[in-house]
């Protein structure tokens, strides 16, 4: 396994606020006991690019660590990170972002646009901003397409895909260690819905017709909610 050169862009509303390399992977700065620690900044997507293919990482191991977010990356142990991004969490020791609205890791996907790192669970609760303390998750990239700069939009979060990860020997490894992947699938990518209806009115959206899963294995039935909008309630029909 060699380094995994990754390039991190610390993206603000307007500008690229910084720009890092860092050695990951399985002999990178992790398994060296020198990660790279950056601060934590308010309302900035931190995009991920790997050298190798000029597109984000397919996938990427996290872990909360009291306040700091810990990311290790392919073939690297998510227990000795790569980057460490300091006070990424709460002060007052809550679940969600230290600063900001949304502070997302993203990455380039091959079809040009920029999506989140989701997590390969579909489940709610391994979310990156909703991690509790020592807890790890593996995250892949997809989900719903969003800015390269840092702009928020609540509506990513209304469903997350469900993304399926070819890794070695990942079995029930709780995703601490970055995935190797050797066939990777797909990522099922997930487009924008909306949809008008007058007050009182219920609506009804399909949210996979406009997706795209080139293995065509995308499951429906694993779609949850991750947070409800300001005005009315979404929920999602298992069966249908």
């Given at each position: ?197 007058k007050e009182n009115t219920p609506v009804i959206i399909d949210v996979t017709t406009n997706d795209t899963d080139k293995d065509g294995d995308l499951d429906p ?20």
């Open positions: 396994m060699t380094v995994k050169n990754i390039v991190l862009k610390i993206n603000a509303k307007k500008s690229t606020l910084d720009t890092l390399n860092i050695e990951g992977g399985e002999f990178g700065r992790g398994s060296q006991g020198k990660p790279l620690k950056i601060a934590a900044k308010a309302n900035v997507h931190y995009e991920f690019t790997d050298k190798e293919t000029s597109f984000g990482p397919e996938n990427i191991a996290t872990k909360r660590h009291d306040k700091d977010l810990w990311i290790s990356f392919e073939g690297g142990d998510v227990d000795q990170p790569d980057l460490i991004i300091e006070n990424y969490y709460a002060a007052n020791g809550e679940l969600g972002y230290s600063e900001g609205e949304s502070n997302l890791l993203i990455g380039q996907h091959e079809n040009g646009k920029y999506y989140p790192y989701v997590p390969e669970s579909a489940e709610k609760n391994d979310a990156v901003s909703l991690l509790a303390d020592q807890v790890e998750a593996g995250q892949a990239l997809g989900g719903e397409e969003v800015a390269a700069f840092w702009a928020f939009n609540p509506l990513w979060l209304l469903a997350l895909v469900p993304i399926a990860a070819v890794a070695i020997g990942q079995g029930h490894d709780n995703n601490k260690k970055s995935p190797v992947i050797e066939h990777p699938q797909h990522v099922p990518i997930a487009e924008k819905d909306s949809a008008e209806t039935s694993t779609v949850v909610i991750t947070k409800q909008p300001q005005n009315g309630t979404v929920s999602v029909d298992p069966i249908t």
